[in-house]
């Protein structure tokens, strides 16, 4: 780095958390912009890919992940019937890889932790426009803030910024089915390294993932997702709970005990989903990272992984080329893509698993396992699952030292803070 700059990081989820870490340890002066008042994680879990996986390695973060974190080796999903629909293991690519499902408190703790208190915290200060040439930010209340030499948008799949960068919006919508979720205990749940899911058609999916514990809490805990439309969540919260329960234990009975943790409908969250491609992520001093950048279904399971790969490239663009629009339009050109196929694939595979389509369910059923074994397209599959496929023909470099790390048994928490007093 031959340049201190002044930074603005809007929004605290995962991306801005990333990019304030990143961007502090350059020894860049960083100013985070968060809306609520009082900063934590929003959803349940999610599954880290290799891909995101990598990146936190490269942060010094691996091994505090991994022991919070639930190790994933297997996706499978069926019918209520038996039939297997999907089936597919990361050995499959390389033994050494899996997933790690984590709950988003857990990710959202140790981010915070690693910042360690670096770059001015803004809790509470909604920022509603950018001028972009100056790098100056206006609040809701009136107050401006800046000028900063870079203002990096991470306000999330709704972000009401990147409309500031004129023409830049191929595409913007919400999609039209959402889903409830919730964490539920563990227990004795026999899949404890598998994302299982269930399916009737693409009109309904359950969905149960191994999230592991989080600061303060020791209880092993999965991530429920039930997939809905959104114009029905007022229709499931006034029918009452027990028409749906009834119904959760018919289709999933091996997962019953699971499901009789639910018994209230606030214990349940609504997620809404945006499909959102930008043709430009920058204008003038203003560059989008995460969601914000590349909204899309989370039928892949991307979304954390790629505002991990997103900092990582934005910091790394700034190292080689400083501030101005050639460090912006070289992150663009890196991100867009490796995000370009998720995007599409997304976009393809999701009225497959979440639809009223039920010819399309059930061309899925009889031809996902088939293509799955031709020549060439399990490793295509294997890959996009992930997050390694880098457009339609390359694939994403792993370093050797990241997957002997990752193959190698965790750290426990006790090793490792007997390491830190040491």
């Known amino acids: 780095m031959t340049e201190r700059l002044r930074i603005a990081v809007i929004g605290y989820g995962t991306a801005g958390q990333a990019m304030a870490i990143l961007l502090t340890r350059d020894g860049h002066d960083v100013e985070i912009f968060e809306r609520v008042p009082t900063p934590g994680p929003v959803g349940a879990g999610f599954l880290l890919q290799p891909s995101g996986l990598q990146v936190l390695w490269q942060m010094g973060l691996l091994e505090a992940v991994r022991a919070h974190a639930a190790p994933v080796h297997r996706l499978y999903g069926d019918t209520p019937c038996g039939r297997a629909v999907m089936d597919m293991g990361y050995g499959g690519l390389d033994v050494r890889l899996h997933g790690l499902g984590m709950q988003r408190g857990a990710l959202f703790s140790l981010l915070?932790?690693?910042?360690?208190?670096?770059?001015?915290?803004?809790?509470?200060?909604?920022?509603?426009?950018?001028?972009?040439?100056?790098?100056?930010?206006?609040?809701?209340?009136?107050?401006?803030?800046?000028?900063?030499?870079?203002?990096?948008?991470?306000?999330?799949?709704?972000?009401?910024?990147?409309?500031?960068?004129?023409?830049?919006?191929?595409?913007?919508?919400?999609?039209?089915?959402?889903?409830?979720?919730?964490?539920?205990?563990?227990?004795?749940?026999?899949?404890?390294?598998?994302?299982?899911?269930?399916?009737?058609?693409?009109?309904?999916?359950?969905?149960?993932?191994?999230?592991?514990?989080?600061?303060?809490?020791?209880?092993?805990?999965?991530?429920?997702?039930?997939?809905?439309?959104?114009?029905?969540?007022?229709?499931?919260?006034?029918?009452?709970?027990?028409?749906?329960?009834?119904?959760?234990?018919?289709?999933?009975?091996?997962?019953?005990?699971?499901?009789?943790?639910?018994?209230?409908?606030?214990?349940?969250?609504?997620?809404?989903?945006?499909?959102?491609?930008?043709?430009?992520?920058?204008?003038?001093?203003?560059v989008l990272v995460g969601d914000a950048a590349h909204a899309m279904s989370p039928q892949l399971g991307q979304g954390v992984n790629m505002a991990l790969l997103d900092a990582l490239a934005l910091r790394d663009a700034l190292r080689v080329h400083g501030a101005g629009e050639t460090a912006l339009q070289a992150y663009q050109a890196q991100r867009r893509a490796h995000v370009a196929v998720y995007q599409r694939w997304s976009r393809w595979l999701t009225p497959l698993f979440q639809s009223d389509r039920d010819a399309w369910a059930k061309a899925r059923d009889a031809l996902l396992g088939p293509m799955g074994r031709l020549p060439g397209g399990r490793g295509h599959m294997l890959r996009v699952l992930s997050g390694t496929q880098h457009g339609w023909f390359g694939s994403l470099a792993l370093d050797p030292a990241f997957l002997e790390a990752l193959a190698r048994p965790p750290v426990a928490l006790a090793t490792q803070a007997a390491t830190a007093a040491a």
């Open 112 to 286: 915070d932790q690693a910042r360690d208190g670096a770059g001015q915290l803004h809790a509470g200060t909604t920022i509603d426009a950018v001028d972009t040439a100056r790098g100056q930010l206006r609040d809701n209340e009136g107050r401006t803030h800046g000028p900063f030499d870079l203002v990096v948008a991470a306000d999330g799949a709704a972000s009401s910024l990147r409309a500031t960068i004129a023409g830049g919006a191929g595409l913007d919508r919400v999609y039209p089915w959402g889903a409830l979720w919730c964490l539920l205990p563990a227990g004795e749940w026999p899949h404890v390294q598998q994302l299982r899911q269930r399916y009737v058609a693409a009109r309904k999916m359950i969905g149960l993932l191994p999230v592991g514990t989080r600061p303060g809490d020791d209880t092993p805990r999965l991530s429920f997702f039930w997939s809905l439309p959104r114009a029905d969540f007022a229709r499931w919260e006034d029918e009452g709970m027990q028409p749906w329960l009834q119904e959760l234990h018919a289709l999933w009975p091996e997962a019953s005990a699971r499901f009789d943790h639910l018994n209230d409908a606030g214990q349940l969250s609504r997620a809404v989903y945006r499909d959102a491609v930008m043709t430009r992520w920058h204008q003038g001093r203003m």
